[in-house]
């Protein structure tokens, strides 16, 4: 059985004035409206969000989710965590259900309120999403992790320190650039990546070697939010249909140093089984909308994707393949780096970006007769990895 | 589609040495053993933990589930929450991913490790669980939110404090004698209600007024584990099969003030609406595990059940319908208040004891006969509901 997207909402990203509160009824209420389904109708409601107790100091943030309409009491509504990918994880709750019977029509709402934390509380709460007894509880933060995968990448390939910066700089660069044109986006730039290489080190400091701050993605607040249902209803009330052709979800080990630390290993098999699902290659994705939370992660994600081989994936920024306008969209929205990366929003924000895209009303750069795209979620050091397959099926 | 328990583990409950992880490694190993089914045929794991951040500094827990078993590397694993009915949660997602086919065999783990925290970060973060803005982060603890309850209950049937009182204690000793068989609960006590009654203020101090220390539940490390599968294969691979017959989940408004302080409003749709889905009434039961985080939550769970009517619950106590060996034991386990209530893992724990139960392999008290149970499990102070029927069915 399919499900498909009936309605999307996107907040702004950046440091907003609203509470937690507001952006989870903002974006349901948004979602509820685009998809022109009564409160009554929704089945269930699922709730992404990363550390609503460590931001927030707030457990159990669900039940909220209420306040959208006072039609949704007694409804089912739940939380669903996995770090970054925690958007992700509530699409697939709420997909599981639409595909058991169990529910009609599923809400799905991924929320990060992280502004309300210094820089070293935001560091502190973030790094609970590493294996905390031997990462995070030693020092180790996520730009300390994604610096591991940056030096083996490096290690394994031969890079000079030269080389990789310049490749990080012009994920950068793209992003910041795409970025310009989304009017939701935190940090829109139109720049080159030389003007990023340029930039003086007190403007773009060493953060974990060799990443520096622009080759980290932003501490955000946002919100984004889904209608799900079966496709075929979704054929019947909507003159265009955006349907998950698929959905995969695979686990690594939470530890880092318990796998490889240059390439994506299980994102790669997550990535390659959705293709087998939604029965396409590579060569057919329109666009994609994939996990940037360090500028490497980019890189590791076009050879989890099998767009170049591995060791290769930097010669594309080259080629103009991943640039808007190319065979290859990568991150037309301006991605976590630049679009913003409220995390436990970010699978969520990702699959509404998709099926704007697909119905030819995208927030940021359209990508002129899209028709299927991919996105690529991952959560910790890539211990969680969704990879999801959207398709214009009407 | 049916879904059975095949499998079930459960942990000894109280103030462990086992951290977080050994504690979700040892309860998955566990149920997967006695399910007798490999690691390589499951086909998802659902993690139920309220507060990992809070209590163990480990967002993102999932993943380490794959330190079970080397066979379940790549596996979907995923954490879900609802603040102390995180492990129904979890059942719920695994329930719906098996009937809609994506999962053939599911691991569900209820973890949590609060000893971890002094009694005031374990208030703290439970308190995170409430409607935080307005109630936790104004002082309102879990004690003071089911004090509310008390206080309702108390004024719209309009018992004196001793009557209250004497009711509380009388659920008390009940759950401590219970446990007293139990040998994996936290404070087994062959007691009478005069016993706590009896019992000097400091060994027995106000918590919050007019609960005392012997109305609360436990502060418990503790961890609960199940194999479920379809009920079609389940008969296949046991002799012996316990279907969850219902599962019903609620939602009401976060903050306590927008409800009833004198009933369980969502957590009695729940009960009613399992009962109609597994196609008995309150009569066919023939246990129940019930959500006694505090010694009033379990009168109010009476009446949500319809075993008496609303303000007659207190009334079963005298009677002795809800002993062992009663009509129809309530808590045999100890339940929270004397088994122990390690919170994301409660329940995961009532539905092993439930499925234990009707396998005639009880852990605690066997139920003579038993055929038929009800577990009933809370989160944050009612907002979130969850009923579940479980039946022998082979």
Redesign the interface.
């Known amino acids: 059985m399919g499900v498909s997207v009936i309605g999307t909402y996107h907040t702004k990203v950046g440091r907003l004035d609203d509470?937690l509160?507001e952006l989870l009824v903002k974006a349901g209420k948004g979602a509820l409206e685009d998809a022109g389904v009564e409160a009554k109708d929704i089945g269930?409601?699922w709730v992404g969000n990363?550390?609503?107790?460590?931001f927030?100091?707030?457990?159990?943030l669900?039940?909220?989710?209420?306040?959208i309409d006072p039609e949704?009491?007694?409804?089912?509504?739940?939380?669903?965590?996995?770090?970054c990918a925690s958007g992700s994880?509530a699409i697939?709750?709420a997909?599981?259900?639409?595909?058991?019977?169990?529910v009609d029509f599923a809400l799905v709402i991924g929320v990060e309120k992280m502004t309300s934390l210094d820089t070293k509380g935001v560091t502190k709460?973030l790094a609970?999403?590493?294996?905390?007894?031997e990462e995070?509880?030693k020092g180790v933060t996520f730009p300390g992790l994604f610096a591991e995968y940056a030096k083996g990448y490096k290690d394994r390939y031969g890079f000079s320190d030269e080389e990789l910066r310049t490749m990080l700089a012009k994920v950068a660069a793209k992003n910041h650039t795409n970025a310009a044109a989304n009017p939701l986006a935190q940090r829109p730039w139109k720049c080159s990546y030389e003007d990023i290489l340029n930039l003086p080190d007190e403007k773009n400091p060493v953060i974990a070697a060799p990443l520096r701050l622009y080759d980290c993605s932003l501490v955000s607040d946002g919100a984004a939010a889904l209608v799900l249902t079966t496709t075929e209803r979704a054929r019947k009330l909507k003159d265009k249909v955006v349907e998950i052709s698929a959905l995969v979800?695979?686990?690594?080990?939470?530890a880092l140093k318990k796998r490889s630390n240059s390439e994506f290993e299980?994102g790669k098999?997550a990535i390659h089984r959705a293709y087998e699902m939604a029965g396409i290659t590579v060569d057919d994705l329109d666009f994609a909308e994939v996990h940037d939370c360090f500028t490497i992660a980019e890189i590791l994600a076009y050879e989890a994707m099998g767009l170049a081989p591995d060791g290769k994936g930097w010669t594309l920024l080259d080629d103009g393949i991943v640039e808007v306008g190319g065979k290859l969209p990568v991150n037309p929205s301006g991605g976590l780096k630049a679009k913003g990366h409220p995390v436990g929003a970010t699978g969520a924000s990702m699959a509404v970006l998709a099926a704007r895209q697909l119905l030819g009303d995208a927030i940021g750069h359209q990508v002129s007769g899209a028709e299927i795209g991919l996105t690529f979620n991952i959560?910790?050091s890539a211990?969680?990895n969704y990879a999801l397959v959207f398709k214009r099926v009407k």
Do not use: C
Not at 56 to 60: L, R, T, V
Not at 62 to 67: D, M, R, V
Not at 74 to 83: C, D, K, L, M, Q
Not at 128 to 133: D, I, L, N, Q, T
């Open positions: 509470s509160y269930g409601i990363y550390s609503g107790g460590g927030n100091n707030q457990e159990h669900a039940p909220y989710a209420l306040e949704l009491r007694f409804i089912p509504a739940v939380r669903v965590e996995n770090a994880a697939e709750g997909k599981n259900a639409i595909e058991s019977g169990e709460t609970m999403a590493s294996f905390w007894p995070g509880a979800h695979t686990t690594d080990y939470l299980a098999r959560g910790g211990a969680s």
